[in-house]
């Protein structure tokens, strides 16, 4: 075969490179798209499903979606499902492409994603000429989260309030008789419930939910005692990052010493295996979780159930945790976005939200489901939680800041760097990610 | 190569048909005529997205406002970024420490398979089973063998008395363990090529040598390796490219974590464009990425041709 | 082997024999673990999945999970879906890449080693990066799905089988692969041929074709196991049900609310059995000389 001749392929390569590129500018992707709005006429809906179980399907197929359809004759809906890992190339893909469903659901960071993106359809105006759909149903903390810029951008339809979780059969062993309600109280009781066997352990005494993959890694666990330190993320006015402060130092200063210092913990440590929490597998006194650990309980270790119980939150500073709030988003790009908007009231409607809160075993966002028979003791007990929830701030790019955070926390938990130099680096990080918009 | 023409000698006056035939039959018309379609396609799916991630590497661009441009700033970015200059390093290491092994171990492994002996069919089918599962199935598997409680490795390591390790966080395992991963996928596919190539081994060759006292594995190392560079190279340089676009098992088993161990190049790419909606730094990452896998590729020619020659 | 004479004992002689068999089956149990655990998890009740001591056997065999699959996911479409698309993109691999790669390797003409090389060089791009240009294409594409002629207005191959299969037509691996073959495939043939009349293309599928099956079935099975376990692409193309390929309708048991284990282990058995099927058929073929010489 003839050698190459470097100079002739560089040649070729930039006069291609040159066209293509040409090409690229000139067929751009982006391509607005004008529908009109066929109003009272038969449509055909798309509705993508995120935040679902096998039940939460059932009960869509053979109630929610046979009623909607009902009450709106002539109108269907079609269910795609979804789940979290790919939700961002799907979306990414669907908007970019202009094929979105007329009616999708979005995790914790997402209102103010959405609206920056302008992918969520504003629903101020429909919703303030829906009296009857009941808006002042839902608490204020969580109408915020979806209100951004004044603009409300989407409807929760679920609240995952974690909260501290127990082992009674532990703390009895240790002798005690009730949950800790304090930071003092809690590394008390860590300290004796641990049980180690040289250097490893057999039952941690409070297991961080370290999560060793998704972009939430250690920024997750660590939310919740930074919430109790009364720290917080960003400024008010989301032009600063906080962490560089007093309380958000205090908080990974706690969890640094669970892990280096009393060694109640190990990190990276013991892993849930599949969906089996390490706490409902036994080997650890105390962890935080949401109301689903109770389903956990039941389907893999029924002979675990009535030992693993939920607390309210403890008091550091404040006593608070963290809410993450999900919600149902209107696409920008529905053909017909006041019936889509007709399917999401349906969806979070209280009866409808009922059904469907009851399927998933969720905690509804709406005040007049929260005594819905549905719940169990526990889930009850879970909610209880409630009034001490906080919410993320409305940064148009929290994935994109919460990157270098968890880094950083990762460093300082293993021990690679120091906590107050780690959170300073962080700060810096999020503040230039900040500063470029 | 000396296919020449086939015109017979004496020139005379041909008709309008057999001149026709003439050009259908060049080499340059029957070339047209045979890579159009596969050539046309390949400009859609692959040639026409890298240069428009070309001109994307230029520009900001978040998907919901046309694109910018901003000159050379992406690159910047790449190769100051501590993130992204440990990624490179990441995709480095990651290849060097699983092609090298992965390949040795085929190539063992498919000698072993080459002669002929009772259940040789069934030992290949059993190698080849990790290539035909699909990639979600196997890190979902992976995820459960390096469970640090519960898990099989640390199951097994506990015979030897090696004390449980926590594999996918562990920083210094986690990279570590992916190679395994990846290993233990590539053997099968690879194992199929070196066999097909030793076949190819003239069986003279190493009756002769047996003759000349080699023992097998002299006749290994001086014969059959020797015969089998060119499959060698070709394993390398295929399992190389697949080891640097390995996405799937970063984003299914370690999300480039702990402590940025295994963000590779790809992962970076893929953050930069879905989760930061940052296409101009994706692009300028993918851009970068070609770049090395380009002059891997072009050293791995050049080594093999001149031991060769 | 190092058989030197000393064949006196049949233990010492067949030592070699019996080594190779040790490492190998050590080898292979390493191979195939994984798929034992698939196998013992898939018959297993909810309850004995995880636990605090690992758990090889399940106490009693709940073959419930196998049917649970199959109708949870509304298998035999998913099934039906993936052979059809699957069988295309393998005819259309091998039939595309024997003619490019006979192309690069038998034919001269201008810039040749350029175009070659470039389309090798794209080999090393993932698709993960390209997928934004392939979709916006393939939803743009001409006269589809109620486009016009410059592909606007409609929804192109979005949600068609045509849009499934497109990024499988062609590899540039399968190009590869046939060039490698015919490099080494003898000239003589080819040239006595062409002396007897035979036109290029007529040497070609008459001649080159039909001699290389090795390379045609290992093609198959590498683009076989592409189409057949693509994940990416099918989720981001397709979202109509009736559309849906295997890997997708595994990914149905992954739910937010926790992952069916036993369900999700059974649907990946059965996913993998046509493949090993596949794989016994054609592994005949698969030794005789596939990739047989190396690059020029």
């Known amino acids: 075969m003839k050698k190459i001749n470097r100079r002739q392929f560089l040649k070729r390569t930039a006069v291609g490179a040159l066209g293509f590129t040409t090409v690229g500018v000139i067929r751009s992707p982006f391509q607005t798209q004008f529908y009109s709005l066929a109003q009272g006429e038969a449509v055909d809906l798309t509705l993508m499903m995120v935040d679902y179980s096998d039940p939460v399907k059932t009960a869509l197929e053979e109630v929610i979606i046979p009623m909607f359809v009902e009450e709106n004759p002539g109108s269907t809906v079609t269910v795609n499902y979804s789940d979290w890992a790919r939700y961002n190339e799907e979306m990414t893909t669907a908007f970019a492409a202009g094929v979105t469903p007329d009616v999708f659901q979005g995790g914790a960071v ?3 994603q959405m609206a920056r993106r302008g992918w969520a359809y504003p629903l101020t105006d429909l919703i303030a000429a829906d009296a009857d759909w009941n808006w002042d149903d839902f608490p204020p903390g969580i109408q915020s989260d979806v209100t951004v810029n004044g603009e409300i951008v989407g409807v929760p339809y679920r609240q995952d309030l974690r909260t501290l979780w127990y082992r009674k059969d532990m703390l009895e062993a240790a002798g005690f008789s009730a949950p800790p309600t304090n930071w003092d109280e809690f590394l008390e009781v860590a300290k004796a419930t641990t049980v180690k066997n040289g250097d490893q352990f057999e039952v941690e005494g409070y ?18 005692w930074l919430e109790q330190a009364g720290g917080q993320f960003l400024s008010d006015d989301l032009t600063k990052c906080m962490l560089d402060q007093e309380p958000a130092l205090n908080a990974l200063q706690f969890l640094h010493d669970l892990i280096h210092v009393h060694k109640v913990t190990s990190y ?19 962890q935080f979780g949401n109301a689903d650990f109770e389903r956990i309980i039941n389907l893999y270790a029924p002979d675990q159930a009535g030992l693993v119980l939920p607390t309210l939150p403890l008091t550091g500073a404040i006593q608070a945790t963290h809410a993450w709030v999900n919600k149902f988003f209107v696409s920008s790009q529905s053909k017909n976005p006041e019936r889509a908007w007709d399917l999401l009231r349906f969806l979070t409607r209280a009866d409808v939200l009922e059904i469907y809160s009851a399927a998933n075993n969720n905690t509804p966002p709406r005040q007049s489901l929260l005594e819905a028979p549905y719940m169990s003791e526990l889930h009850r007990q879970v909610l209880a939680a409630a009034p001490y929830a906080q919410t993320f701030p409305q940064h148009p790019n929290l994935i994109g800041l919460f990157r270098p955070v968890t880094e950083e926390l990762e460093k300082a938990l293993t021990g690679t760097k120091d906590p107050e130099k780690a959170l300073q680096d962080a700060t810096k990080q999020v503040n230039l990610i900040l500063e470029d918009g | 190569m000396n296919i020449v023409t086939q015109t017979p000698a004496v020139k005379q006056k041909k008709s309008l048909g057999q001149r026709l035939y003439k050009y259908y039959n060049s080499q340059a018309f029957v070339a047209l005529l045979f890579l159009i379609i596969p050539v046309g396609l390949l400009i859609i799916l692959k040639i026409y997205p890298i240069f428009y991630n070309l001109y994307l590497s230029f520009t900001r661009y978040e998907l919901f406002e046309p694109p910018r441009f901003v000159g050379l700033r992406n690159y910047k970015w790449v190769f100051q970024n501590d993130v992204t200059r440990q990624s490179i390093w990441n995709t480095l290491l990651f290849t060097i420490e699983a092609v090298p092994l992965g390949t040795a171990l085929a190539l063992v492994v498919a000698k072993l398979l080459d002669e002929n002996f009772y259940g040789k069919i069934m030992y290949r089918t059993l190698y080849y089973l990790p290539v035909i599962s699909s990639i979600v199935v196997s890190a979902m598997i992976f995820r459960w063998i390096f469970n640090p409680q519960q898990g099989l490795l640390n199951y097994f390591l506990g015979f030897i008395g090696i004390p449980p390790q926590t594999w996918l966080s562990d920083p210094n395992l986690a990279l570590l363990s992916l190679v395994m991963v990846t290993i233990w996928g590539s053997i099968g596919g690879n194992m199929i090529i070196f066999l097909a190539g030793l076949q190819d081994i003239p069986k003279e060759v190493l ?11 002299q006749r290994f190392i001086q014969i059959t390796i020797p015969l089998l560079r060119p499959v060698i190279l070709f394993v390398v340089v295929t399992f190389t490219i697949s080891t640097f676009r390995n996405f799937g098992l970063i984003f299914l088993l370690t999300q480039g974590g702990p402590l940025n161990r295994t963000n590779t190049l790809v992962w970076e790419v893929y953050m930069s464009v879905f989760a930061n909606l940052r296409l101009g ?26 031991r060769q020659g | 082997m190092a058989v030197q004479g000393s064949n006196a004992n049949p233990v010492v002689r067949n030592f070699p024999k019996i080594l190779t068999y040790i490492v190998l089956t050590l080898g292979a149990f390493v191979m195939v673990l994984p ?3 698939m196998l013992l998890t898939s018959v297993k009740i909810d309850s004995e999945i995880f636990g605090d001591s690992l758990k090889w056997l399940p106490s009693q065999f709940d073959f419930q999970n196998y049917s649970n699959a199959f109708t949870q996911t509304n298998m035999g479409r998913l099934f039906a879906n993936t052979v059809f698309v699957t069988a295309v993109s393998v005819f259309s691999q091998v039939i595309l890449g024997s003619m490019a790669g006979y192309a690069f390797a038998r034919l001269h003409f201008k810039g040749k080693n350029i175009l070659f090389f470039s389309l090798l060089a794209t080999m090393m791009v993932p698709f993960e990066v390209l997928i934004i240009p392939v979709f916006l294409f393939v939803r743009a594409f001409p006269l589809a799905g109620g486009n016009n002629l410059l592909g606007q207005g409609g929804t192109g191959l979005f949600n068609t089988y045509a849009g499934l299969i497109f990024p499988n037509l062609i590899s540039v691996f399968s190009i590869f692969l046939f060039r490698q073959f015919y490099l080494r495939f003898p000239h003589e043939i080819e040239e ?33 196991l592409w189409s057949w376990n693509d994940f990416l692409w099918p989720l981001v193309v397709v979202k109509k049900d009736a559309l849906k390929t295997l890997q997708l309708g595994l990914s149905l048991f992954n739910q937010e609310q926790g992952t069916q284990w ?22 005949g073929f698969l030794t005789k000389g596939a990739v047989t010489s190396g690059i020029d």
């Open chain 3, 262 to 283: 036993a369900e999700l282990m059974a649907a990946s058995t059965m996913a993998v059995v046509p493949v090993i099927i596949l794989y016994l058929v054609l592994q």
């Open chain 2, 281 to 306: 730094r994706g692009a300028a990452l993918s851009m970068v990425m070609l770049v090395m896998v380009f002059i891997l590729t072009i050293l791995s020619f050049r080594v093999i041709r001149e």
């Open chain 1, 110 to 112: 997402w209102s103010p």
């Open chain 1, 207 to 224: 297991h961080l939910s370290h999560v060793s993959d998704g972009w939430q890694r250690d920024w997750q666990p660590y939310l919740i």
């Open chain 3, 35 to 37: 798929f034992i655990w």
């Open chain 2, 207 to 217: 009756e002769a040598a047996k003759v000349d006292g080699a023992n097998a594995f």
């Open chain 1, 268 to 286: 990276p440590g013991l892993e849930p295996q599949g969906d089996l929490q390490v706490i409902v597998a036994g080997d650890a006194a105390m």
């Open chain 3, 192 to 224: 006595a041929a062409i002396v007897d009349g035979c036109s290029r293309a007529g040497v070609f599928w008459r001649i080159l074709l039909p001699n290389s099956r090795p390379v045609m079935a290992t093609m198959a099975l590498f683009a076989f």
